[in-house]
């Protein structure tokens, strides 16, 4: 009872898997992708057991198309299954079984499937595909304006409930962690495309910290300085984004704009100045003295 995309980005190798129903946690069913292996969607009458044991198969060196196979010949409730994969080739296998429930299909394109059941409308699928197809940006980008366009054609016959994306590495690192490059679940929503668009830009800000503190580890103030203000820039209400730009601001000397990044900040202030104080006693964090009051100052409202 969803509709959902998978796909392998043909620019990077990643593959990916987004989906949205009227289903609690949704995300801890239907999607499943594994870096070097591929991903699938699993749903209907969903048999949960699809998506290892696909992937599975694919790690064995079986096909997309032979993963299916293979599922489907002893599933006896094959028919209430809908099902799609994708391989590391980019090879897509899709099924539709005659006893899912209308209105519902798929499409397969180049690298990526589509797949819907109980639809408003039989033109939702279809529009997942297009734009899909005719989406900007990356791969989160495109999975999610597939997502979006099953909604404007009204989408799940019962409505909106939760929402999911999964995306992995192209080849494993060997380490899953670093392999999942986006996991993201909306268990239960009045608008759970919403909450999903708002945790992608929070994940996206994140990500720039992230590569911020890599720059600073390595000594590469501006390096650092350009990601903690891109990261300010996608989350400029965030407080923890706005702490971080601004003593690297102020560390830089660019006082005034390291005052007017802390605006977030100043209604939890005081918890701010104590962390640094923290880190600059711990040595977490090297500040000269009258940057250090300047910044405390600000947080406190002692300025």
């Given amino acids: 009872m969803t509709y959902s995309i998978v796909a392998r980005d043909p620019a990077t190798g990643r593959f990916g898997v987004a989906v949205q129903s009227h289903w609690f946690a949704v995300g801890r069913i239907v999607p499943w992708a594994e870096a070097g292996v591929g991903a699938v969607a699993t749903q209907s009458f969903a048999e949960a057991s699809y998506g290892s044991l696909a992937l599975d198969l694919m790690r064995r060196g079986k096909s997309a198309r032979e993963a299916m196979d293979a599922l489907l010949l002893v599933d006896d409730e094959r028919e209430a299954r809908q099902v799609a994969i994708v391989d590391a080739a980019g090879d897509v296998a899709t099924h539709t079984g005659e006893d899912c429930l209308s209105l519902a299909g798929h499409r397969a394109g180049d690298g990526y499937s589509v797949q819907a059941n109980i639809m408003e ?115 400029p209400d965030n407080p923890e984004m706005a702490f971080w730009a601004a003593v690297s601001l102020a560390d830089v000397g660019r006082t005034e704009e390291a005052r007017a990044a802390l605006q977030p900040v100043r209604p939890v202030g005081d918890r701010w100045a104590e962390l640094l104080r923290r880190c600059i006693a711990e040595g977490a964090l090297e500040l000269d003295p009258g940057t250090a009051e300047m910044l405390t100052a600000e947080l406190e409202g002692r300025s």
């Fill in 121 to 235: 409308r039989d033109s939702v699928w279809p529009a997942m595909a297009q734009a899909y197809e005719g989406a900007d940006g990356d791969l989160v980008d495109r999975l999610f304006a597939a997502l979006r366009a099953a909604q404007a054609e009204g989408g799940d016959l019962r409505g909106m409930q939760s929402a999911a994306m999964l995306i992995v590495e192209a080849a494993p690192t060997g380490k899953e962690w670093v392999d999942r490059v986006l996991d993201l679940r909306v268990e239960d929503h009045e608008t759970p495309l919403d909450e999903l668009e708002r945790l992608i830009r929070r994940w996206r800000a994140y990500g720039h910290a992230e590569l911020a503190e890599d720059a600073e580890l390595a000594q590469d103030a501006d390096r650092a300085l350009t990601q903690r203000l891109t990261a300010l820039e996608i989350e």
